[in-house]
């Protein structure tokens, strides 16, 4: 049961992060601007093949490469204390080394952030954002222990060149999405499908670049530069379908463990995979007449290099799903249990995106407990329209405040140690496969039009006067197990 009572009101602590997200691909276009190398995703978009909704690609995208101060104008408009955005890789690096500098690169993101700290807006800048560029790819990408060494070599060549102004340091977005969609289904770039141990070569080879880049900062430029480094993990929350089924029970922990524990545990606890990994894998590979795991094995030495290496929590939460036990699943491993959805959670644009605000609540306590009670900051979350939208979201502002009143309570009553909340995104974009069908924006972009006008959404107004007040009007419900 749960019990309820009321303080105050939905407040957010003093110097809270009020932020928007973007990334590199999915906005700036020009994409063989000024020396500009491709990426795997201007690879994967020209090959057509209905790839990508209706074959779109993000070579204009919002134009934001030669767009920038209309995205300032909307981030200032709204009042942003921090702006997450990322690099692109081929832009700064043509061929992914620094054999090569493209100074045109370095020019336009010299002049974000210049621009953003001119304003009083903190940057906060991911490294890598899905974007890798096709040169490194071709020699393996993250299929190849040699990106490793390259991921490093391009963090380095980061800190050094935008260190002195930059202090939020991501190295990259959502390893566990990227290795699954990129390398094990193939329905993002590089549209690699290699069912069974795909995301799991991949994601074992982010784990030890971003170890690598992390390292890189602590020994070479936290001293003098004063930042701190983290990388974005998806979670969902998992419900068992059965509250009161052991195997139920059993099977959402399980999902967890496959989906965010994979990525979270090496690096926020003991430098290795959660053990029901390790061990359901190493079966199913015995069983498949396999020597070894089709999970790869962290060294001794690789253990302790990966472990502690994230100075906050970077949580990216959209939703929740019930997970129930299936024996006809139980014996291949998989990133993609048996998943319900109850029927009276609301449906965002689209049908992976169930509107579930609580959840948010009950991922961050659990974060808190298994995690150590981590600096957390939440670097994604939103909500979806179809195209075409509307400009009187009120739905999708339904959600984001009610998200917000969640985590109002996870921190003024559960004691989640939260700093920040991002919105996904500032301005509708090119999202991945599904092109610009779907839009997250808190600003409109009118992709038909060459000037790509923005206006603002309703959600865009409602989200500046929480900023501007630093929280939400209303009760706040104390939910407590008795």
Partial sequence: MFATSETENYSFPKSFAWGATTSAYQIEGGWDADGKGLNIWDTFTHQGGDRVFMNQTGDVACGSYTLWEEDLKCIKQLGLTHYRFSLSWSRLLPDGTTGFINQKGIEFYNKVIDSLLANNITPVLTVYHFDMPQAVEDLGGWNSEKTVAIFEKYAEFCYETFGDRVKFWITMNEPNLHSIFGYEVGIHAPGKKQPSYGAYQAGHNMLLAHAKAWHK????????????????????????FDPSSAKDKEAAETYMSFFSHWIAKPIFIDGDYPEIMKLKISEYSKKQGLNVSRLPEFTEEEKAMVKGTADFFCLQYYSTAKHRHSPEMSEEPSFFSEQLYDPDWPIAGSDIFHVVPWGLRKLLGYIKEIYNNPVIYITENGYPQKDPPVLEDKQRWKYIEDTLKELSKAINIDGVDVRGYFVWSLIDNFEWAEGCNLRFGLFHVDFEQAALPRSPYYSAFQYSDVVKRNGLPGPVDKLTLT
């Fill in 217 to 240: 900062y602590n020994t070479d430029f936290r001293n003098k530069q004063n930042g701190s480094v983290s990388i974005s993990i998806y979670a969902p929350w998992s419900e068992p």
